[in-house]
C-alpha cells in the first residue's frame, strides 16, 4: 500500500513564505513523477508543479518566478518552496505522484489527502 503525506500548509499573510512537503511510504519500486497540485472552492484541480526523476521541473503560469518544486529521490519526498504568496494561492494544495509499486506492476497515480493553503492579512 502507497500512501502520500503532505505536510507545511498554514495560514500566511500576502507577501510571505511557506514550504509543502509531500513524503511518499509504501511498497515503490520507482517514482517517475511528482507533482503538487492546487483546488480553490469552486474551481476545478489545477496543477502548481511537478518534477521528474532527473529533476526536470515544469510549472504552471500563475507559479513561475515564485514557486519552486524539488524532489529528494533518497527520501521517496517532493517539496515545493512558495514566496510572495497572494491570496489568490489560497487552495488546498494536493501531493501527486506516479509511482510503481513493484517491478511487475503498471505505474499508478497517487494523491495525498490535500493540506490547507490560506494566504489572508
Known amino acids: 500500500q502507497v500512501q502520500l503525506v503532505e505536510s507545511g500548509g498554514g495560514l500566511v499573510q500576502p507577501g510571505g513564505s511557506l514550504r509543502l512537503s509531500c513524503a511518499a511510504s509504501g511498497s515503490i519500486f520507482s517514482i517517475n513523477i511528482m507533482g503538487w497540485y492546487r483546488q480553490s472552492p469552486g474551481k476545478q484541480r489545477e496543477l502548481v508543479a511537478d518534477?521528474?526523476?532527473?529533476?526536470?521541473?515544469n510549472y504552471a503560469a500563475s507559479a513561475k518566478g515564485r514557486f519552486t518544486i524539488s524532489r529528494d529521490n533518497a527520501k521517496n519526498t517532493v517539496y515545493l518552496q512558495m514566496n510572495s504568496l497572494k491570496p489568490e494561492d489560497t487552495a488546498v494544495y494536493y501531493c501527486?505522484?506516479?509511482?510503481?509499486?513493484?517491478?511487475?506492476?503498471?505505474?499508478?497515480?497517487?494523491w495525498g489527502q490535500g493540506t490547507q493553503v490560506t494566504v489572508s492579512s
Open positions: 518534477i521528474n526523476i532527473s529533476g526536470r521541473a
Open positions: 501527486n505522484a506516479l509511482i510503481r509499486p513493484r517491478l511487475e506492476e503498471n505505474l499508478r497515480n497517487y
